[in-house]
């Protein structure tokens, strides 16, 4: 476990360098509950999880006022539980999980913010909404009042460099403002969500105002461990 006052360094060395109006999302896959409450304790409002596991076990277990964002891959069979468990769901890629989560919140009364999750490299091997596609998606989830969309989210090819993820981010700025334009019924756009520990700088020069920091809070990420209460 990384010692929990250098995550808290790091974190109020992260938000000192950070324009106002930007959200950091922590990005805690693997973390362990001393390791995030020292985040929150810092200074961080928001936790991004990528697996629903970790994320249950780990939840009973943090401190303070935050938000908890979920930033993986969503299998339709945990759907209706990742839905339950956070407050933000930045990884909608898919009508028929909508479906699913529509009616299970409806069953409940809910509502829930989600973002759209754009492929915006087009890659073979990431999930997301094609960039030609989005605007038909988007269309599609009118269909489904619980799903409240808020947002776009994105991440660029892991081996790009600066100049070409830069192009990449300005790309998903363009498609952010104009799903801002058509917003109405369900949707009411107010987050765009790219860039993380190595591309936040040209995330937010393009126009993001929420990032995703892992390594630049927690340092190096480990394989998982197992969590523990603080």
């Known amino acids: 476990m990384i010692d929990p006052e250098q995550i808290k360094k790091n974190v109020k060395d992260l938000l000192s360098g950070i324009p106002s109006g930007i959200t950091v999302v922590a990005a805690a896959k693997t973390r362990t509950a001393p390791e995030i409450n020292a985040a929150i304790e810092a200074g961080i409002s928001a936790i991004g999880e990528n697996y629903f596991q970790e994320a249950a076990s780990v939840r009973p277990l943090l401190k303070g006022n935050f938000e908890f964002h979920y930033i993986g891959r969503i299998q339709s069979n945990k759907a209706k539980r990742i839905a339950g468990l956070f407050d933000k769901v930045q990884t909608l890629s898919g009508l028929g999980?909508?479906?699913?989560?529509?009616?299970?919140?409806?069953?409940?009364?809910?509502?829930?913010?989600?973002?759209?999750?754009?492929?915006?490299?087009?890659?073979k091997n990431k999930s997301g909404v094609l960039p030609d596609d989005l605007e038909s998606f988007a269309s599609g989830l009118s269909a489904f009042p619980a799903l409240e969309i808020t947002g776009l989210m994105t991440m660029?090819?892991?081996?790009?460099?600066a100049d070409e993820m830069k192009r990449y981010f300005q790309k998903a700025k363009n498609l952010f403002e104009r799903l801002k334009d058509k917003s109405g019924t369900n949707m009411n756009m107010k987050y765009l969500s790219m860039g993380m520990s190595g591309t936040y700088h040209l995330a937010i020069e393009c126009g993001a105002n929420m990032v995703r920091i892992g390594t630049g809070i927690f340092g190096e990420r480990r394989e998982a461990v197992k969590r523990v209460e603080s």
Not at 114 to 120: D, G, H, S, T
Not at 156 to 161: E, R
């Open 156 to 161: 660029g090819p892991f081996d790009a460099g």
């Open 97 to 123: 999980t909508a479906e699913i989560i529509d009616r299970y919140l409806n069953e409940k009364g809910e509502k829930k913010e989600f973002f759209i999750e754009v492929n915006i490299a087009s890659e």
